[in-house]
């Protein structure tokens, strides 16, 4: 009741008790506990409503789950793609809402090993533009950092933060307005990492407040997917003999990390 009290209450009596047993055990030298296995492992299994499950792609996915379950299949997963799609041509969030060409990713839609998120895709087709797109040497230089490490864009899941080409620097509501897109997105692709090119595609998974996560070769969380920060490639490229030396080293430290990552997870 309020004002009462709350001293003799059963719960609190309990706790009492509790913080007393271990402050004893702490004075006389005990520092860890057993556990039984199984509790443990009860604890720290992920929760299904946490995780999307990995599923096969369509060409070898399997029955629906018995019993009228609702199961995640790859017919689940193009229904609500193309409802991602629809949202994005109706979307007139920002000013470049009535822009032709929305950018959904290319590859693998379905458990890839790596989704790799770009910044924006400026238009035009001036060199930084270009290599905004991961076209011409950008795309070149992106190219030999991934088969540095065994991969290949074909393989990887690869999309724009921004879904709309943009004329300059994005403008903070078209990168909330398109973050809400792209989470969905890489939440129905599910990809065992996701790697990030440059601030704004960190800005864009993690929010504003991703300067922490948005710093090269820190590994943040999507859900349950890992991510990680990568220079974008276009930096490199402008960046100057001096610069560029230290910020490819840090890429490849980036690097290293996500194939080791990638070879311990299944």
Same mark, same amino acid.
């Given at each position: 009741? /309020? ?12 706790? $009492? $008790? ?5 402050? !004893?055990?702490?004075? *006389?030298? &005990?520092?860890?506990?057993? &556990? $039984?296995?199984?509790?443990?492992? +009860? ?22 789950? /018995? ?15 193309? #409802?991602?799609? $629809?949202?994005?041509?109706? *979307?007139? =969030? ?22 790799? &998120?770009?910044?924006?895709? #400026?238009?035009?087709?001036? %060199? @930084? ?12 230089? !992106? ?20 879904? *709309? %080409? @943009?004329?300059?620097? %994005? ?6 307005? *398109?973050?809400?897109? !792209? ?5 129905? @692709? ?6 990030? #090119?440059? /601030? @704004?595609? =960190? ?8 300067? +922490? ?25 402008? =960046? ?17 990390? #996500? ?8």
């Amino acid at each position: 009741m /309020p004002g009462s009290d709350p001293s003799g209450h059963p719960f609190v009596r309990a706790l $009492d $008790d509790v913080i007393a047993a271990y402050s !004893l055990m702490r004075e *006389c030298g &005990v520092k860890t506990l057993p &556990v $039984d296995p199984g509790a443990w492992a +009860a604890f720290a299994a992920p929760s299904p409503a946490q995780a999307m499950p990995r599923v096969p792609p369509p060409a070898q996915a399997e029955r629906p789950a /018995p019993g009228g379950a609702p199961a995640d299949t790859p017919a689940d997963r193009d229904a609500a793609m193309g #409802l991602l799609r $629809d949202d994005l041509r109706a *979307c007139r =969030a920002c000013a470049y809402g009535a822009a032709e060409g929305r950018l959904l990713g290319q590859g693998p839609a379905y458990n890839p090993d790596v989704a790799l &998120v770009n910044g924006a895709a #400026l238009e035009g087709g001036d %060199p @930084v533009a270009v290599g905004s797109r991961l076209e011409g040497e950008a795309g070149a230089l !992106l190219d030999r950092m991934l088969a540095a490490i065994g991969l290949a864009r074909p393989a990887l899941y690869v999309t724009h933060a921004l879904k *709309c %080409p @943009v004329s300059g620097r %994005p403008p903070a509501e078209a990168l909330r307005a *398109c973050s809400a897109h !792209l989470r969905r997105e890489l939440a129905l @692709v599910n990809p065992r990492a996701i790697v990030l #090119l440059g /601030p @704004v595609a =960190a800005r864009a998974v993690h929010g504003s407040g991703a300067s +922490a996560i948005g710093t090269v070769g820190q590994w943040g969380l999507l859900g349950r997917i890992p991510t990680i920060a990568l220079h974008h490639p276009m930096r490199l490229l402008l =960046a100057g003999d001096a610069l560029s030396v230290n910020l490819k080293r840090e890429n490849w430290a980036a690097l290293q990390a #996500l194939r080791d990552r990638l070879r311990r997870t299944p």
